[in-house]
């Protein structure tokens, strides 16, 4: 089955635990991204990668890292978590980056930082 | 940069009655546009999109949304709601903002509650 995944889904940690959530694809895409979706706001882009090793800021990046290995996989990050990266976390890829390509979403991690 | 605009955080119908879910965007090329859907403790999964074909599009689910260039707009409608349709939807418009980045511009979102 073509999908996206995310591990974990759902996760609680502390202030400057460092932590990764993981994000793969099995459909081949160029085109990965990571948002996050917080109340009232909508969804905002955090990092995207065009293809291997190629990633850039999206209009949200501090305090994220990110990383484009290999193509299946694009790992989100937090070196040092704050509070305020408390949020709904959406990984998504798509087939080539195009205006017209639809994007692909995993089912989200929920992250709470305390 | 492109935007969209989605009027109403939350619309509230019964079921059987006529759905409709406002989105107006803002960009100075022309638009690709997307509606997209998530259910309770789901990811987003794609409902429908514009891209310059034709202006009605149906998409999944019995829902269609139709581009008004005039009105700059992209509502999303279906004509009898069920139970299943409620969730949270979003009006999305594909922005290429820094010329290599097509991220996603979303709206804030429209839940939609189907009362019986």
């Known amino acids: 089955e073509a999908q996206v995944t995310q591990n974990p889904r759902y996760l609680i940690t502390v202030t400057g635990k460092k932590l990764t959530v993981t994000c793969s694809q099995n459909?081949?895409?160029?085109?990965m991204s990571w948002y996050r979706q917080d109340p009232g706001l909508g969804l905002r882009q955090i990092y995207y990668s065009m293809n291997v090793e190629v990633t850039d800021k999206g209009d949200v990046p501090e305090g994220y890292k990110v990383s484009r290995k290999e193509k299946r996989n694009f790992p989100l990050i937090l070196e040092s978590p704050s509070p305020n990266q408390t949020s709904l976390y959406f990984c998504?890829?798509?087939?080539?980056?195009?205006?017209?390509?639809?994007?692909?979403f995993g089912p989200g991690t929920r992250l709470t930082v305390l | 940069a492109q935007s969209v605009t989605q009027l109403g955080s939350h619309v509230s119908v019964s079921e059987g009655a006529l759905v409709l879910l406002r989105c107006n965007y803002s960009?100075?090329?022309?638009?690709?546009l997307f509606w997209y859907v998530q259910y309770p403790n789901q990811g987003l999964q794609l409902l429908l999109k514009y891209t310059s074909a034709a202006t009605l599009v149906k998409g999944i689910n019995g829902f269609e949304a139709e581009f008004k260039k005039s009105e700059t707009s992209f509502h999303l409608t279906k004509p009898s709601a069920h139970m299943r349709d409620a969730a949270e939807y979003f009006c999305a418009v594909s922005d290429n903002s820094g010329g290599s980045n097509y991220k996603l511009t979303f709206g804030k979102g429209t839940l939609l509650t189907v009362n019986p």
């Open positions: 998504a890829s798509s087939l080539r980056p195009s205006r017209h390509n639809e994007q692909f």
């Open positions: 960009s100075s090329v022309p638009p690709y």
């Open positions: 459909m081949n895409h160029e085109y």
